[in-house]
């Protein structure tokens, strides 16, 4: 397998389902074969899962299963996959106990580096804050890097830019603030019935994420 990663947010409605759909139809026009899974009992994201990569997607959830069926799960089903892409849910940290069941504790529990997806939006070094904050939490969880959503400018990504820079943790890239992304939405996530909506989507991560460097993560 070239990559497995969980793709993250500090809260809902920070970008991670649209970057997290958009990623893996990225991949799956690349040519690559793209396992998705979803954290929870969510049903909807994942029938939007396997429409766009042709697989089943796989709900992991650690309040239902124990540690082992979650290893067997995982093992199971990237068995012949090139990528593996976990849709977080909710906050990284978010649990029905403090942080239990939640996104990170599937990281933890998988040993999977974490893409957190942070919505930039009206704050430029404020973001150095949340994300020592989200860095230093939990030493046992890792960070393969960061993507910001609904970035107003090139000026704004560059401010953005340093952040990461001075924090020592990789800068993935962004997605612009574009309001074709938010029109769509509808239920847990968003509508991509449209195709040329998610040609859009996958041109600006094609342009302004690396998703080639993620691959090496």
């Given at each position: ?106 990281a933890r529990i998988l040993g ?106």
């Amino acid at each position: 397998m070239k990559a497995q990663f969980l793709i993250a947010a500090p809260h809902s409605g920070s970008g991670k389902t649209t970057i997290a759909r958009g990623l893996m139809a990225l991949y799956r026009e690349h040519g690559y074969r793209v396992q998705p899974f979803k954290c929870g009992p969510d049903y909807i994201d994942t029938k939007f899962h396997e429409r766009v990569c042709g697989r089943p997607s796989v709900n992991l959830d650690s309040f239902f299963a124990s540690e082992e069926h979650l290893h067997e799960l995982f093992t199971h089903y990237t068995a012949g996959a090139d990528i593996a892409i976990v849709e977080g849910m909710m906050g990284l940290f978010d649990g029905y106990d403090r942080d239990r069941g939640s996104s990170s504790e599937i990281a933890r529990i998988l040993g999977l580096p974490i893409v957190l997806v942070v919505d930039a939006r009206s704050a430029a070094y404020s973001m150095a804050a949340l994300l020592q904050g989200f860095i230093n939490f939990r030493p046992d969880l890792t960070y393969a890097g960061v993507i910001f959503n609904k970035v107003s400018s090139q000026r704004h990504f560059d401010m953005l830019q340093q952040v990461c820079d001075d924090l020592h943790i990789e800068c993935l890239g962004y997605l612009p603030k574009d309001a074709s992304l938010e029109q769509g939405s509808r239920y847990l996530g968003l509508d991509f019935s449209e195709q040329t909506e998610n040609n859009e989507l996958i041109k600006l991560l094609e342009e302004h994420v690396k998703w080639q460097r993620i691959l090496e993560l």
